[in-house]
């Protein structure tokens, strides 16, 4: 436990010495904040139009025309920022060479990823925790449901730690960052792609992509539905990824 | 302490060690000597469980490599070739990462990190990041890195490499003085470094064992004879013959002259001394006698013996 806590406390530094973690922060918070706001800004619109016409009334609930886009917003937009989280994380200590002090000191393989795995996840959730201010925005003006926000935000830690697993993954295939940051995103876009090709393939095709695909998967927990099919996908991707970096820590062993 | 048998490790078609053994003593300093390219660093890799052999068994501290390596892992201290750290922590956070990850427990971690700080004249740096540091000052940064859980085993590759004069010879009295409690397994290309660091020495050529052994006895294996240096003011013709005629002596070579006196090069059996009877010839005849004193078999001599030795049996192998 000493060794994925001082891993951990290793990464959690080199984060906040390098300029990627304040970067990430600035743009990501800029980015859902402009899609907040041209959303909130719509709904303003809408709401508007619905005072005069109460037939749109009906259909207008602020979970539903604020929350749900907003999420799936910034499950998108994860999906271009976690490779960079990751992208450090193996393939610099294989770059410089330090991986082999690292995996001469008395820790298990399965904890130096356990740290490092637990750094990437807890600045996501810092991040994650920094966007909590737009639903608060919301909350001051009218009157949230609590259920969907807290399940919207579940789906979205899930997401992006199976992103940050498949990105770990990924840097510890490769000595280039900036190879695992791209690797890493054509992965997940791809993931991400397969979805709309089920809108294409017919049949049994069309549930196996749509199952697939990584966003596809946080809708329901947008609406407030916590369904176990999808919790079981995302930690099974995480399970996978995590797996195969030991694989590939073991083989970088023999190797040399 | 260490004790290697028949190990074997091949990088694809590459075979970087063959059967590989040797063991070393607990307390003890030997040397690794090699030229480029001869296994060094592959045989220290699998000592410091980064890799496991493909063949053969090493036991460090008493547990195996492969299948003890992390009771093995909290035993040594490693440097490895090219002293890989990093660049963006402090000299201080690093070492505190190294103590915390290395096991040492948090009430002893300030004062060893403390104390090895001070050992390897790190404090004054302490608060600038490793990245900005010059090459000695990484490398010690590296031995401290080694130090910090107060290791039985280290296992330092090529560790004075790239230093000044001034910081070679401190690391090298830092070294020597870890003989006792720790045992020093070093390996190296500056062959003077051994004489005056090491008790053992181990050369390994082309990944085998070429040979091991205190230098003394190395010296004696390679070198069946003594030789003695001296300088005679007389006659060169004379003084040869006159030197032949000492029992024991197999052969004289006149070098030449230096300050009016004859250089003389003595090759005599190891096993009797002929110094004393030399001072007594040269004093009989009234030569005068300038310098006297048996050359010392250089590691270096023994080095490029050993491996010259080596590529003669090989090309003759594969011929
Ligand atoms: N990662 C690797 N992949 C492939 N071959 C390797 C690798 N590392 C070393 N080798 C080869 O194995 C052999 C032994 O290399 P090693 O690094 O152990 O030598 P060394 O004695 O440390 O040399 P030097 O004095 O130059 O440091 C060499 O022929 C080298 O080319
Ligand atoms: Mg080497």
């Known amino acids: 436990m000493t060794g994925v806590r001082a891993v951990f406390k290793k990464e959690m530094r080199l984060y906040f010495t390098s300029p990627v973690a304040y970067v990430v922060f600035t743009f990501f918070l800029l980015i859902v904040g402009y899609f907040f706001y041209s959303i909130f800004a719509f709904y303003n619109l809408t709401s508007m139009q619905a005072a005069m016409n109460p037939a749109f009334a009906r259909d207008l609930n602020v979970t539903d025309a604020i929350m749900r886009p907003l999420f799936s917003n910034t499950g998108i937009i994860l999906l271009f920022f976690m490779p960079m989280l990751t992208m450090r994380l193996f393939a610099e200590e294989k770059r410089s060479g330090t991986i082999e002090l690292l995996l001469t000191f008395p820790v298990r393989d399965g904890e130096v990823l356990a740290g490092k795995f637990a750094a990437a996840i807890v600045l996501f959730v810092m991040l994650l925790g920094l966007t909590a201010l737009y639903p608060a925005i919301v909350g001051y003006f009218t009157r949230v449901e609590w259920g969907p926000l807290l399940s919207g935000y579940l789906g979205l830690l899930l997401l992006g730690s199976s992103f940050l697993a498949v990105g770990v993954l990924v840097s510890s295939l490769t000595e280039n960052q900036i190879v695992a940051s791209f690797a890493t995103f054509a992965i997940l876009l791809g993931f991400w792609v397969i979805g709309w090709s089920a809108d294409l393939a017919g049949g049994n095709w069309r549930a196996v992509f749509q199952y697939l695909s990584i966003l596809e998967h946080l809708d329901s927990f947008g609406k407030g539905v916590i369904d176990t099919k999808d919790v079981l996908y995302y930690l099974s991707v995480i399970a996978l990824s995590l797996f195969l970096t030991l694989r590939a820590l073991e083989s970088k062993r023999w190797r040399g | ?319």
């Open chain 2, 1 to 319: 302490m260490i004790q290697v048998d028949r190990l074997t490790k091949q990088y694809g078609p590459v075979t970087a060690i063959r059967d590989v053994s040797f063991s070393i003593e607990k307390g003890g300093i030997v040397g690794f000597l090699g030229p480029n390219g001869a296994g060094k660093t592959t045989t220290m890799r699998i000592l410091a469980c980064f890799m496991p052999a493909a063949g053969g068994t090493a036991r460090v501290a008493g547990y195996d490599v492969f299948s003890q390596s992390l009771e093995v892992r909290r035993r040594i201290g490693y440097l490895p070739e090219n002293v890989p750290l990093y660049g963006e922590l402090t000299v201080a956070a690093y070492l505190d990462f190294a103590a915390e990850i290395k096991g040492v427990s948090r009430s002893d971690r300030k004062r060893r990190v403390a104390e090895v700080m001070d050992r390897c004249d790190l404090a004054d740096v302490q608060r600038r990041l490793i990245g900005k540091l010059s090459k000695g000052y990484r490398q010690r940064v590296g031995l401290a890195q080694a130090l910090v859980n107060d290791p039985d085993v280290l296992i330092l590759d090529e560790p004075t490499i790239g230093l000044d004069p001034v910081q070679v010879a401190e690391i090298r009295a830092l070294i020597k003085s870890l003989a006792g409690q720790h045992t020093v397994i070093l390996s190296t290309h500056i062959l003077p470094e051994v004489s005056v660091v090491c008790e053992g020495v181990i050369i390994i050529n082309r990944g085998r064992i070429a040979a091991q052994g205190s230098l003394d006895r190395l010296a004696e294996e390679f070198f069946p004879t003594a030789r003695i240096e001296l300088q005679v003011t007389g006659p060169a013709e004379a003084v040869r013959s006159a030197l032949r005629q000492i029992p024991g002596v197999l052969r004289v070579e006149h070098q030449g002259t230096a300050n009016g006196a004859g250089i003389f090069m003595v090759e005599a059996m190891r096993d009797r001394d002929v110094r004393a009877a030399i001072a007594q010839l040269v004093a009989e005849r009234r030569w005068g006698l300038l310098e006297l004193h048996q050359a010392g078999m250089s590691l270096e001599e023994v080095f490029l013996r050993v491996v010259a030795g080596e590529e003669f049996a090989g090309g003759e192998a594969t011929a």
